[in-house]
């Protein structure tokens, strides 16, 4: 019981310092967000920030003490973000060094959420 915990919020943790960077840079709409964006994958400027909030957003629920539904669907939401960003990557053809970060991404976002899950079947 006590180890899944240590789990759960190692894998939480990492999660957060995954997407919190990126989510306030995204936010700000800061230089290097739109030379990637908009110049590299085509989206046009508005797209990042909305990104950037709702990857926020999510993070925020996953910390917040229980709302279980609100959970799985941040979790579900930081999915599709990183499988999102994993098939933009793919389908402009950045070699496979410029992508394979996101899937260690992803494994990790899925880790958190099967240790969130063991969890909360422990306390039920």
């Not at 957060?16 to 964006?37: K, R, Y």
């Not at 990857?55 to 959970?71: E, H, S």
């Not at 053809?93 to 099967?114: E, S």
Request: net charge positive.
């Amino acid at each position: 019981m006590k180890s899944t915990k240590i789990i759960y919020w190692i894998f939480t943790i990492l999660l957060l310092l995954i997407m919190l960077p990126g989510a306030v840079m995204d936010v700000i709409n800061s230089q290097n967000v739109v030379d990637f964006m908009h110049v590299k994958l085509g989206y046009p400027n508005y797209v990042a920030p909305f990104l950037g909030v709702a990857k926020i957003l999510g993070c925020v629920a996953i910390l917040i003490p229980g709302l279980p539904k609100v959970k799985e669907w941040a979790y579900a939401g930081l999915v599709f973000d990183i499988s999102g960003a994993l098939y933009s990557g793919i389908a402009a053809g950045f070699a496979v060094k410029d992508w394979v970060m996101l899937v260690l991404f992803l494994g990790i976002i899925i880790a958190a959420y099967v240790y969130y899950r063991k969890k909360l079947n422990m306390a039920n």
